[in-house]
């Protein structure tokens, strides 16, 4: 599945933009939430999505890069939000908060940063429908993939099968994902890739969705 981070995106031109993924092959729209604390960036908030969510076809994919996400939980829900991460370094109460996200009715996601191992998550995948594995350090697109990021997949996706969580829990992976690694990241166990600069920098967006996607079963 692909997830197009809207942060890419002609921000000038986004009614037309929200349009062309609603005719794409993209399944979500990745949306990068951060406060400039938690990371050294800022992005947008809770009207910008309800105006988005009022022309989408697809599903939000909500990725909260800031402190204390527990206070907003609920505003994400009401703005929009089919899935909502949070940061494992930002939540002191990691299970509470994803069981909260559960009972709003959201699909729950905990993200990783490159630092951060994938065994710290064992106590917890069983309540989450996804994982995502940051392949850049988070704040900024256009960033350069960093390799280890296909052990920590394989590392994700053998957690994910030694806790019975096959098809219940997915693996996502944000940062750097181009036509180049794809390939490698769904056979090292990715199931859906955000990709920002590749598909809004492309000529036509709409077709590298779609060759982001064929990646997966070629040879």
Avoid: W
């Amino acid at each position: 599945m692909i997830s197009p981070s809207l942060l890419s995106s002609n921000f000038l031109n986004l009614e037309n933009e929200i349009e062309m993924l609603n005719n794409s092959d993209a399944e979500f729209i990745h949306l990068d939430i951060m406060d400039g604390v938690f990371v050294p960036n800022i992005t947008f908030g809770f009207q910008l999505i309800k105006n988005i969510k009022k022309i989408s076809k697809k599903l939000l994919d909500v990725h909260l890069m800031i402190v204390n996400p527990d206070r907003y939980l609920k505003e994400f829900k009401d703005a929009g939000a089919d899935i909502l991460t949070v940061h494992y370094e930002a939540c002191t109460h990691l299970d509470r908060t994803l069981t909260e996200i559960k009972r709003l009715q959201m699909n729950a996601g905990v993200a990783i940063n490159p630092h951060t191992s994938v065994d710290l998550l064992k106590d917890i995948v069983t309540i989450s429908d996804l994982i995502l594995i940051m392949s850049v350090n988070p704040g900024f697109g256009g960033q350069t993939f960093i390799e280890n990021s296909y052990n920590k997949v394989k590392e994700a996706k053998s957690l994910i099968k030694s806790k019975k969580m096959t098809g219940k829990c997915l693996i996502e992976v944000d940062g750097g994902v181009t036509l180049s690694n794809a390939k490698k990241l769904y056979k090292s166990g990715a199931d859906i890739m955000v990709a920002g600069n590749t598909v809004f920098n492309s000529p036509n967006p709409s077709e590298t969705i779609s060759k982001l996607l064929q990646q997966r079963t070629q040879n």
